[in-house]
């Protein structure tokens, strides 16, 4: 029941009737018993800077931020983790006692995700399609997973570089190198890769995902869609075809919300308790991979 002392949290996006954030949530605090909620906020661009100023007026926990808040969130909260300032975007915004601080779980939560399928990159080449926020957090957990060479795919090539110089100097393990999407079908480049991650809303926002060789790549190559979906999405339907390992973005959907919930809490998050209610949402049967 919703009463008088009852605190909240939101995820504000534009659009954000979609998400599935209130559902993960929600579950979690019903599963403690917390006299908690967790909405989801139509915020646009231009009220982004009054709705982030209400997070401090209204008391909430904390809000998440969905496109397209993460980026434009840094020129306005000043406070920011080291992760939301290295990835240039935050995606939990915390209220302390009414001081805002940025914070990012995405790469740490595709980091999870990937970890959760006993993904192992050392020494290896990963191969992440576009250069946007998403492909930073890709980026940063394939260093994480100690990758030894990255790989970045997009259609406007100075967008890759310039990701490519930001990351650099993160991890030195890892050599980053950028081209464009013609390299998907470059069966020498394609051969070398241990997985391909989809970091671009081809096949979300369009049918068709691009020209790509599935059947150059090795055996067990694992391609992972950031975006999450029902069905198989149109960039991992063929490689499932072929007999590849493929995963989407819900585990790392719900291990960013798990962190997040942390974050906005205090406490360790359900994850089992999330986990069931996304896989709800999305039609899927519940399983820890
Ligand atoms: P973004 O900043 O808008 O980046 C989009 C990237 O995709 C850019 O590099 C862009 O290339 C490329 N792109 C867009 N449309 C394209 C097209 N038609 N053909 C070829 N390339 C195209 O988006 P983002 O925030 O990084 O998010 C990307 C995807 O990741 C989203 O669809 C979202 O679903 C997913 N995501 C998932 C999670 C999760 O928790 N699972 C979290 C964050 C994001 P140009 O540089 O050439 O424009």
Do not use: W
């Not at 290896?124 to 030894?148: E, F, M, N, P």
């Not at 671009?200 to 055996?219: E, I, N």
């Amino acid at each position: 029941m919703i009463g008088g002392a009852t605190r909240i949290a939101a995820v504000f996006g534009d659009p954000v009737a979609h998400s599935l954030s209130p559902a993960m949530h929600n579950a979690a605090y019903a599963a403690l018993k917390l006299d908690r909620v967790y909405v989801a906020c139509h915020v646009t661009p231009d009220r982004l800077p009054a709705a982030l100023r209400a997070i401090s007026a209204l008391g909430f926990l904390g809000v998440n931020l969905t496109v397209p808040h993460k980026q434009k969130a840094l020129k306005i909260v000043k406070r920011l983790s080291a992760e939301a300032r290295m990835l240039g975007a935050a995606n939990s915004i915390v209220n302390r006692n009414g001081v805002l601080y940025g914070h990012n779980t995405d790469a740490r939560g595709l980091e999870f995700a990937l970890r959760e399928l006993d993904v192992s990159l050392r020494g290896k080449l990963a191969i992440v399609i576009g250069a946007g926020g998403a492909a930073g957090a890709a980026i940063v957990a394939a260093q994480r997973l100690r990758a030894r060479r990255i790989v970045i795919l997009n259609r406007t090539r100075a967008r890759a570089a310039s990701l490519a110089r930001r990351f650099a100097h993160i991890s030195n393990v890892s050599e980053i190198q950028t081209a464009g999407l013609d390299q998907l079908c470059d069966r020498e480049l394609m051969g070398d890769a241990a997985i391909v991650m989809n970091a671009t809303p081809m096949g979300l926002k369009t049918a068709r995902f691009a020209p790509l060789d599935y059947r150059a790549t090795p055996r067990d190559c694992l391609f992972y869609d950031l975006i999450y979906a029902p069905q198989a999405t149109p960039f991992l339907k063929p490689a499932a075809a072929i007999g590849r390992p493929v995963a989407d973005g819900a585990a790392m959907l719900l291990h960013q919300g798990a962190l997040a919930f942390r974050l906005f809490n205090g406490r360790p998050a359900p994850v089992e308790v999330m986990r069931r209610a996304l896989m709800n949402q999305l039609g899927r049967v519940a399983r820890r991979r």
